[in-house]
């Protein structure tokens, strides 16, 4: 029974509170490639009944320059996307020539660097968060260039920073909040899926033994109360 319980507390927390997933693209190069493993805070905007796709409670505002996870917009597979959310509601935004434009203001590409003969990476800054973005240097129409859009409430844009290559807001339209599932916390570099399942392990563990220890406290309680 205790195991039976354990698992259901285990996936409740995976599910509404904390989560770890694997890279698998090149959508968020420079920041993520493939085999980093992310730390997903799914409690850091509020709270979700499992399974129920709407915020309960809501606890902080999603911002810009912010890595997010989204549920797949295409509904093709249940793996979510990894994206930075670059407007929110009311902001305007636009793409010219591979410069992004929020809400009239040029967002300069700094310490631009060529890194190959048909790459180079830049910096970018909002809202104080400072990134690395990542261009083919060959104009690609559908995505160096984008007329302004006006982001509704209940909305956020979302861009990979691997520019040039990612499926996006430029493709796939605006994201609903609710679709935004956490926020990314931390990033572990070049992780292997042994690591993943490791910390899975781990993390079970943990749950298992402070049910373990909730189990006692109630019993000796309860001894207390009938003595």
């Given at each position: 029974?205790?195991?039976?319980?354990?698992?259901?507390?285990?996936?409740?927390?995976?599910?509404?509170?904390?989560?770890?997933?694997?890279?698998?693209?090149?959508?968020?190069?420079?920041?993520?490639?493939?085999?980093?493993?992310?730390?997903?805070?799914?409690?850091?905007?509020?709270?979700?009944?499992?399974?129920?796709?709407?915020?309960v409670v809501r606890f902080d505002e999603i911002e810009k320059g912010s890595?997010?996870?989204?549920?797949?917009?295409?509904?093709?597979?249940?793996?979510?996307?990894?994206?930075?959310?670059?407007?929110?509601?009311?902001?305007?935004?636009?793409?010219?020539?591979?410069?992004?434009?929020?809400?009239?203001?040029?967002?300069?590409?700094?310490?631009?660097?060529?890194?190959?003969?048909?790459?180079?990476?830049?910096?970018?800054?909002?809202?104080?968060?400072?990134?690395?973005?990542?261009?083919?240097?060959?104009?690609?129409?559908?995505?160096?260039?984008?007329?302004?859009?006006?982001?509704?409430?209940?909305?956020?844009?979302?861009?990979?920073?691997?520019?040039?290559?990612?499926?996006?807001?430029?493709?796939?339209?605006?994201?609903?909040?609710?679709?935004?599932?956490?926020?990314?916390?931390?990033?572990?570099?070049?992780?292997?899926?042994?690591?993943?399942?490791?910390?899975?392990?781990?993390?079970?563990?943990?749950?298992?033994?402070?049910?373990?220890?909730?189990?006692?406290?109630?019993?000796?309680?309860?001894?207390?109360?009938?003595?």
């Amino acid at each position: 029974m205790k195991i039976f319980f354990t698992l259901i507390l285990f996936v409740t927390f995976k599910i509404t509170i904390l989560d770890i997933a694997s890279i698998n693209g090149r959508s968020m190069k420079p920041t993520l490639t493939d085999s980093d493993i992310v730390l997903i805070n799914k409690a850091y905007y509020g709270l979700r009944i499992p399974f129920y796709n709407n915020y309960v409670v809501r606890f902080d505002e999603i911002e810009k320059g912010s890595v997010v996870i989204i549920n797949d917009p295409t509904e093709q597979s249940f793996n979510g996307w990894v994206k930075r959310v670059v407007a929110i509601a009311g902001d305007s935004i636009s793409i010219s020539n591979k410069t992004l434009f929020v809400n009239g203001n040029e967002i300069n590409c700094r310490n631009a660097m060529l890194i190959n003969k048909t790459s180079s990476i830049c910096e970018e800054s909002l809202e104080g968060v400072t990134y690395s973005i990542r261009h083919v240097n060959a104009f690609v129409e559908y995505q160096d260039e984008l007329g302004e859009v006006i982001v509704p409430l209940g909305y956020v844009f979302v861009l990979g920073d691997n520019r040039s290559v990612s499926a996006d807001s430029r493709t796939v339209g605006l994201i609903a909040t609710h679709d935004v599932v956490g926020k990314q916390v931390a990033i572990f570099q070049g992780m292997k899926l042994p690591y993943l399942f490791f910390l899975l392990i781990s993390i079970l563990l943990l749950l298992k033994s402070i049910y373990s220890n909730l189990g006692k406290k109630t019993s000796t309680d309860f001894s207390l109360v009938k003595l």
